[in-house]
T-cell receptor
Framework: KAGVTQTPRYLIKTRGQQVTLSCSPI?????VSWYQQTPGQGLQFLFEYFSETQRNKGNFPGRFSGRQFSNSRSEMNVSTLELGDSALYLC?????????????FGPGTRLTVT | QKEVEQNSGPLSVPEGAIASLNCTYSDRGSQSFFWYRQYSGKSPELIMFIYSNGDKEDGRFTAQLNKASQYVSLLIRDSQPSDSATYLC??????????FGTGTQLKVEL
């Protein structure tokens, strides 16, 4: 079974621009979560989508948004980029229903804002 | 108080020794607990999870959970240089949200 895929793997943007990152979950997984990872803050939860609806949200400004499509693929968007948005953005998918719902991560998108 | 706390390390152990990684959490309602390994420049990889008090073994790895003490640990037996990585503890609490600790860096020395 193919794992979680994320595109693009690397991005360089300038301050003020916007960016869209994409995530395709493991086949059959309907929950997709997004995280930001920086050396100083560790893994910070952005939001979780399930069945095209945002189910959970972390403490990030409204510049960070996301959506999920009917095929469970998800995108996240960051508008008006700031230098502090430079980070590794990770997507994780999990199954739903009964069970533990362990999350599996994609390879990440490394965003550099200059 | 952070929701999930881990000692950042580095924790250095000699090859062949047992590495013990610890994690405490604040939400008493937490239901399931996960250990991830993350190599430098890579994404986290799930090692194992535990949800009942006691020990759970998987190969060289043993997860231990004590809900009364709000404590979860990971033991790595016969540590190898390839085990050198950052180990992330994650806790699923109310609302189904997964919260991560900042990770413990493990160094296995020859």
């Amino acid at each position: 079974k193919a794992g979680v895929t994320q595109t693009p793997r690397y991005l360089i943007k300038t301050r003020g621009q916007q960016v869209t990152l994409s995530c395709s979950p493991i086949s059959g997984h309907r929950s997709v979560s997004w995280y930001q990872q920086t050396p100083g803050q560790g893994l910070q939860f952005l939001f979780e989508y399930f069945s095209e609806t945002q189910r959970n949200k972390g403490n990030f400004p409204g510049r960070f948004s996301g959506r999920q499509f009917s095929n469970s693929r998800s995108e996240m968007n960051v508008s008006t980029l700031e230098l502090g948005d430079s980070a590794l953005y990770l997507c994780a998918s999990s199954s739903t229903g009964t069970g533990i719902h362990e999350q599996y991560f994609g390879p990440g998108t490394r965003l550099t804002v200059t | 108080q952070k929701e999930v706390e881990q000692n950042s390390g580095p924790l250095s152990v000699p090859e062949g020794a047992i590495a013990s990684l610890n994690c405490t959490y604040s939400d008493r309602g937490s239901q399931s607990f996960f250990w991830y390994r993350q190599y430098s420049g890579k994404s986290p990889e799930l090692i194992m999870f535990i949800y009942s008090n006691g020990d759970k073994e998987d190969g060289r790895f043993t997860a231990q959970l004590n809900k009364a003490s709000q404590y979860v640990s990971l033991l790595i037996r016969d540590s190898q240089p390839s085990d050198s990585a950052t180990y992330l503890c994650a806790v699923r609490g109310g609302g189904n949200k997964l919260t991560f600790g900042t990770g413990t860096q493990l160094k296995v020395e020859l």
